[in-house]
């Protein structure tokens, strides 16, 4: 999802186009090189050959036509000839194009109809529950037609709405309920929730475990293109401790991100900044943190990056990591640019 984000970013500010195209009956294109069983042998509970060989019969048509897999995502490939760049994200059986080039496309999605049974869905409009609408201003995603599908498999789309999602500075005590009797049903509801709930750096601590919960998001230009919130694998000892560990993880995604953006021609030549809600932490007033300290010393020797500090009611990453009142939390919300385009003006 990271880089779908990435390619239409960069595709809203370059302007280039964006098409999607669709595979009948992909996994019958795969050619198997192994065995298939009708039925597994004993100690095997899963087989699947059949997307594995499909993708990489795509990849040898793409790379035939001339693009190149990427390192940074597999799924990522890209094609370069003169001033000519052509873009293709792939997920299974989708594929999201783009380009600066018309006519390239239109050549391109021919080839590729050539090479199998597709059909051509014209502009991109809705991809992994994402609806995409484009105006002069941008690129628009939203997953409310996602959202609504998940309340109308619960059973509560005639449920009232609340204005945040918890109550202010809520401490969620442990569990005493009873084991849900479909488990499946409820660890796909989560799995659900995921995609939609799913920079700048902030650590809180969890009061149950002692253990940080980490959240950071990641900016591109004016658009959050990476978000996450993650409980801390150990206690630390400091909250300087755990601001360092955080920082050092939201670091090496920001080295990806600068290797991805390089995929699309996008040059990054300036350091990035990281903003840290934690003065002891930018400013290292802290001895006793080793590896994670060397290494952010290192990357911001290196130009790669820069510390900055930013104030607590300002800090992005808090919506990922507290439970907000109404007023932060819509604040927040506001200047993680996130609207609503259904609200009536």
């Known amino acids: 999802m990271v880089t779908i984000r990435v390619f239409l970013a960069v595709a809203a500010v370059k302007k280039w186009e964006l098409h999607q195209m669709d595979v009948h009956n992909a996994f019958l294109h795969g050619d198997l090189s192994e065995e298939v069983y009708m039925r597994l042998p004993p100690g095997f509970d899963k087989g699947r050959p059949a997307p594995r ?108 709405p609340v204005a945040f999602p918890m109550e202010q500075n809520l401490r969620l005590p442990s569990s005493t309920s009873v084991v849900l009797r479909d488990a499946e049903c409820y660890r796909r509801f989560c799995m659900s929730l995921v995609r939609i709930i799913e920079c700048r750096e902030v650590s809180e601590s969890c009061s149950a475990t002692r253990r940080s919960v980490s ?16 409980k801390q694998e150990a206690v630390s000892r400091s909250s300087a401790e755990a601001e360092y560990c955080s920082m050092a993880v939201v670091t090496c995604e920001l080295r990806w991100l600068k290797g991805l953006l390089a995929c699309f021609g996008v040059a990054h030549t300036k350091s990035m900044e ?46 990922f990591t507290k439970a907000l009142g109404k007023w932060p939390f819509e604040f927040l919300l506001r200047k993680l640019g996130i609207l609503d385009l259904h609200t009536p003006t």
């Open 215 to 230: 959240g950071w998001i990641v900016f591109l230009g004016k658009s959050p293109v990476l978000w996450k919130s993650k």
């Open 53 to 160: 060989c499909w993708f990489s019969k795509l990849a040898a048509a793409l790379k035939r036509y001339g693009f190149s897999q990427l390192y940074s995502d597999y799924s990522l490939f890209t094609l370069c000839k003169g001033q000519t760049r052509l873009h293709v994200l792939v997920y299974v059986d989708d594929l999201v194009i783009s380009g600066n080039d018309s006519a390239a496309i239109s050549t391109f999605k021919q080839y590729l109809s050539s090479c199998f049974h597709m059909k051509d869905l014209g502009v991109l409009k809705y991809f992994l529950g994402v609806e995409v609408a484009r105006s002069q201003e941008g690129i628009f995603l939203s997953q409310r037609k996602y959202a609504l599908d998940i309340i109308s498999e619960a059973g509560l789309l005639g449920s009232k």
């Open 274 to 319: 990281l903003f840290c809600d934690s003065q002891s932490a930018v400013h290292e007033r802290t001895k006793h943190i080793e590896i994670d300290c060397h290494f952010l010393r290192d990357v911001v020797l290196e130009g790669i990056i820069r510390m900055n500090h930013v104030s607590t009611t300002n800090q992005l990453a808090d919506i």
